[in-house]
C-alpha cells in the first residue's frame, strides 16, 4: 500500500509493482531511481550485501490549464535494476485523484556520494519525461534494522522535471526551477531487515483483468484499531508502447463507510459515494476457498499486537444495476469498473500485546 497524504492507495510500491510509491507526504509516488555501487567487500565465499537505495520527494505545486497537481517522485534503485516513478495528485470530489508513471531509468541515471551527502539523478526517458534534480542532505540517521544497516538521509531536492502526460487536456507538466517541500528522504542499506513486522490490514478486491486499461477496484483499512480508516480506490493500469517496460496508473481513493461483513454468507459488501470521486458499490462472496492464517507479533509505531487473519480467496462480486463502482476524474473521465467478475477478501484481526 502506499501513503498519499491521507490516503493510502493499494498499489504495490512503483518499481515492485511493475514500484510503491515508498511512502509519500501527500501525493502520488513517482520515483528518482538508479544503479547501486558495489557492495562492501565480504569475507571469501560469503555474498556481500546488495547495497540499496530508496528514495521518496515531497511534493512540489504545477499548475496547467488552470489545474494544480502536487507533483512528486520516489525511488528505489540497486544494481541491475533501476525503476522511477512520477505522479501528480489533487483532491476532488472528497477524495483524491492521482496518476503514476512508472519508467525504467537508463543505466547510471542517479549517483550518491556518501561524503558530502550529495545526489543527483539526471535521466531521460522519452517520450515520457526528463528529470534533472539535486538532493542535499542536512541531516543523517541510522536506519532501524534487525540484521545489517542502513543510514536515512533527509535534505533539500530541487530541479526540472517534465512530464508529457499523454492527457489532451493537460499535455505537460513541471517546471525548470522546482523545489520540493519537505520531506524529502533518502534511505541508503546494505542487507537491512526490519526489527519488526508491519501489521497486515484488512483489504478487498474486485477486478476482471482482461488486458491493458482494464478497470478495477480495491480498498483497505488504515490507520489504529481503535480508529480505523476504510479507503476504496478505482484505478486502471495502461502499458505505455514507449519507453520500454512503461506503464501509467489513473486512479481515484477516498475514504468511505466500513464495508460489511456476512458471516453466515461469508460475503463483504461495499458501498462507496453517490456523488464523490468514486461511486458504486459492490458484493464480494462465493468463496471457494477460506484461509486462516497463522498468528504473528507486528508493530504499527512503537505497539505491538498480534495479528491474524482469514482470507476469503477464489470469489466473486456482483455490483446492483447502476450502481457499478467507478472513478470519476479529470484526466480519463470516467472509469467504470465491470458490473461483476473475481474478487477476493481478507478480514484482519488485531490485538494489543
Not at 22 to 39: E, K, N, Q, R, V
Request: hydrophobic share 35%; glycine share 12%.
Amino acid at each position: 500500500m502506499v501513503h498519499v497524504g491521507r490516503y493510502v492507495t493499494s498499489r504495490m510500491p512503483r518499481g515492485a509493482r511493475l514500484l510503491a510509491l515508498g511512502c509519500l507526504t501527500t501525493a502520488s509516488l513517482g520515483a528518482l531511481i538508479a544503479t547501486a555501487p558495489a557492495s562492501t567487500a565480504a569475507p571469501a565465499g560469503t555474498k556481500a550485501p546488495i547495497v540499496t537505495y530508496g528514495f521518496s520527494s515531497g511534493t512540489v505545486t504545477v499548475s496547467s490549464h488552470g489545474h494544480k497537481w502536487n507533483l512528486s517522485l520516489s525511488l528505489f534503485g540497486q544494481p541491475a535494476f533501476e525503476a522511477i516513478t512520477i505522479g501528480i495528485a489533487a483532491p476532488r470530489g472528497g477524495g483524491l485523484e492521482e496518476h503514476s508513471w512508472d519508467l525504467q531509468a537508463p543505466h547510471g541515471s542517479f549517483s550518491f556520494h556518501a561524503s558530502t551527502r550529495k545526489a543527483t539523478l539526471n535521466a531521460k526517458m522519452a517520450p515520457v519525461a526528463t528529470v534533472k534534480l539535486a538532493f542535499k542532505g542536512t541531516s543523517a540517521a541510522k536506519e532501524s534494522c534487525a540484521s545489517g544497516h542502513g543510514t536515512i538521509y533527509t535534505g533539500t531536492l530541487a530541479g526540472s522535471v517534465t512530464l508529457h502526460t499523454g492527457f489532451s487536456s493537460e499535455p505537460t507538466l513541471g517546471g525548470s526551477h522546482l523545489t520540493f517541500q519537505r520531506v524529502n528522504s533518502l534511505i541508503v542499506s546494505s542487507g537491512c531487515t526490519s526489527p519488526g513486522l508491519p501489521c497486515q490490514t484488512s483489504s478487498w478486491n474486485a477486478s476482471s483483468f482482461t488486458a491493458s486499461g482494464a478497470v478495477f477496484a480495491d480498498g483497505v483499512t488504515v490507520g489504529s484499531p481503535r480508529r480505523p480508516v476504510h479507503q476504496a480506490d478505482v484505478e486502471r493500469i495502461v502499458v505505455l508502447s514507449s519507453p520500454k517496460n512503461a506503464q501509467r496508473t489513473d486512479e481515484a481513493v477516498m475514504t468511505i463507510h466500513a464495508p460489511k461483513f456476512n458471516s453466515a454468507r461469508k460475503s463483504l459488501s461495499v458501498t462507496t459515494s453517490s456523488r464523490g470521486i468514486v461511486t458504486g458499490s459492490a458484493t464480494i462472496g462465493h468463496s471457494k476457498a477460506v484461509h486462516i492464517a497463522d498468528p504473528f507479533i507486528c508493530q504499527i509505531g512503537r505497539a505491538r499486537y498480534t495479528d491474524h487473519g482469514i482470507v476469503y480467496f477464489s470469489a466473486s462480486y456482483t455490483s446492483p444495476g447502476g450502481k457499478r463502482l467507478k472513478a470519476h476524474i479529470l484526466l480519463g473521465g470516467t472509469l467504470a469498473v465491470p458490473a461483476s467478475g473475481g474478487g477476493d477478501f481478507t478480514n484482519y484481526f488485531l490485538k494489543r500485546s
